[in-house]
């Protein structure tokens, strides 16, 4: 099992900088992919960033695809989003996912989520 926990949300103005960390607990860290998620007010939770447990390969949505950037350090147990050019509809919770054996853009694919970090982004 793995526990995950965000930092780094806040409030920002449109076109600020944020990056978000996510640590994870345990030794298998390595082993696991990670996903970047979002919730907005309202709205289901949809899918930011992935990348795969080597770090070889990264997924995107294309609402972001450009501005944010996914990476992770297994030597830390943690995985970032480092978000530029942020706008108002960036605004959310965003949450860390991880699974064992699952890396993509679908929320039912991920087993274990951290309880997310606000992202509020001004006009």
């Known amino acids: 099992q793995v526990q995950l926990v965000e930092s780094g949300g806040g409030l920002v103005q449109a076109g600020g900088s944020l990056r978000l960390s996510c640590a994870a607990s345990g030794r298998t860290f390595r082993r696991y992919a990670m996903g970047w998620f979002r919730q907005a007010p309202g709205k289901e939770r949809e899918f930011v960033a992935a990348?795969?447990?080597?770090?070889?390969?990264?997924y995107y949505a294309d609402s972001v695809k450009g501005r944010f950037t996914i990476s992770r350090d297994n030597a830390k147990n943690t995985v970032y989003l480092q978000m530029n050019s942020l706008r108002p509809e960036d605004t959310a919770v965003y949450y860390c996912?991880?699974?064992?054996?699952?890396?993509?853009?679908?929320?039912?694919?991920?087993?274990?989520w951290g309880p997310g970090t606000q992202v509020t982004v001004s006009s």
């Open positions: 996912a991880a699974d064992l054996s699952y890396v993509g853009t679908v929320v039912d694919g991920y087993g274990y």
């Open positions: 990348i795969s447990w080597s770090g070889g390969s990264t």
